[in-house]
């Protein structure tokens, strides 16, 4: 049976906590973690992982806990202090921020380093995956968003031949970046920044320009997006959560400033981070005030509050998992964690014969087929199967991937295309709204 949970963490070291979103029973307790902002995710919702920072001294580590478990049951420790992490839906990969404005690729099945690639001036705050899975975006301290392309990032050729990496670097914001969020439409979606600057800023992926900027009464440091797209929610530091509007014919000019249709003010302290949960309706926040509220964003109205044990909070999950299941039965992902994550690898080496294969996704609830699928991966499998002998069921199993390796090609061209005008209608708008806006 599935639950959907709320899941809370501190900066300091006070632990991860657990509710039940809907009848608001607190689930285990989890210990040892100190993460930053963006620097707790759920792994596929198979396991709990999340980067500590707990010094300025620190090097820091990634952390991982099953579901079962109090206690941290694996330790890595990357080449350098980690800040924002990030997992793509599936759980295969995990993406890792720097200090060093470095961002790192593992897979987590291995913990073999895939990529790594200098992506900032600065540190990276924040790193999210486009809703295809195909894209990387991340935001940092110098104060510029950047989007990246797997598919770019794991060929060499490409990599070669371009100027840079990046497909977009937008350097509008003036501060540091403390958030980004993006919509549906993979290469063609909207993306949406905060930064310390006070403003938030809309961007079309598939134009690579701004399409708003919206200028806040406070710093901004969590956005939420609405699953519809037509508002999105911005926390601020001064414990106010604005709700800004999208919808290009919406000019009007509130109390709190244009474009900001109206606000949500309960908490005391600074708001640090916000997420919705799986109906769309449900907003969940945390704040420097220790407390984590679920608004019903159609009424407004604070339907539950959950308080962390100590110490402020930092990161906001809401997630779908077998908990209930898996703590009962204390058999499935609770003792059959990944290895730890590489530090270093030959990989790195861009003389190396590594690759990956980046498949966006058809839908974002379907299982199926990884969206990942690793060349090193299915090659060590092959000369497993040579090693064994030339059985005819082994020979057919590598027939078989052979054939997946040439059909996740073949899906890739069909995805790349079917996603060109997927969402042009809603960039489109807000464009035409924004210039009839300026014409008058």
């Not at 501190?10 to 989890?30: F, K, N, V």
């Amino acid at each position: 049976m599935e639950d959907e949970v709320v899941i809370a963490s501190s900066p300091t070291d006070a632990g991860i906590s657990c509710w039940d979103l809907h009848s608001g029973a607190e689930h285990l307790r989890y210990r040892s973690c100190a993460s930053p902002p963006h620097g707790l995710v759920s792994v596929g919702g198979r396991f709990l992982a999340s980067s500590q920072l707990r010094d300025s001294s620190s090097s820091g580590s990634i952390l991982y806990w099953s579901w079962n478990k109090p206690q941290v049951e694996v330790k890595s420790f990357p080449a350098e202090p980690i800040n924002p992490i990030v997992a793509n839906s599936d759980g295969t990969y995990i993406a890792g921020g720097g200090v060093s404005g470095d961002i790192y690729l593992w897979e987590v099945a291995t913990g073999q380093l895939l990529r790594k690639w200098h992506a900032h001036y600065r540190a990276v705050t924040c790193l999210v995956y486009s809703d295809d899975q195909s894209l990387l975006i991340s935001g940092a301290e110098d104060g510029s968003v950047r989007v990246w392309s797997l598919l770019m990032i794991f060929d060499d050729i490409r990599r070669e031949e371009a100027r840079h990496l990046y497909e977009y670097s937008f350097s509008e914001h003036t501060l540091r970046v403390t958030d980004v969020v993006t919509g549906f439409g993979g290469c063609n979606a909207i993306i949406v920044s905060a930064s310390e600057d006070r403003t938030c800023k809309v961007w079309s992926l598939s134009r690579g320009r701004l399409l708003r900027n919206i200028v806040f009464p406070s710093v901004i440091d969590a956005i939420a997006l609405d699953p519809a797209e037509h508002v999105f929610y911005a926390g601020g530091r001064d414990g106010k959560i604005y709700i800004a509007a999208l919808n290009a014919q919406d000019t009007s000019n509130s109390n709190y400033g244009l474009h900001i249709i109206g606000a949500l003010s309960e908490h005391s302290k600074s708001i640090t981070c916000l997420a919705f949960a799986v109906d769309g309706f449900q907003l969940v926040s945390g704040s420097v005030d220790g407390m984590v509220r679920v608004w019903d964003t159609t009424t407004r109205n604070i339907i539950r509050i959950f308080r962390h044990a100590k110490g402020p909070v930092s990161n906001i999950l809401v997630t779908r998992t077998l908990m209930t299941s898996q703590a009962a039965s204390g058999r499935r992902h609770g003792s059959l964690l990944p290895p730890p994550l590489e530090k270093y690898t030959a990989s790195m080496d861009e003389s190396s014969d590594l690759k990956a294969f980046i498949l966006p996704r058809d839908h974002p609830d379907d299982t199926s087929d990884a969206s990942y699928v690793s060349f090193c991966t299915m090659n060590n499998q092959i000369n497993e199967l040579q090693q064994k002998g030339s059985s005819g069921a082994d020979e057919m199993e590598m027939e078989r991937l052979k054939f997946d390796c040439k059909r996740s090609m073949q899906l890739v061209q069909q995805w790349k295309k079917m996603y060109e005008n997927l969402n042009q209608f809603c960039v489109n708008e807000l464009l035409d709204g924004d210039q009839a806006k300026d014409s008058n």
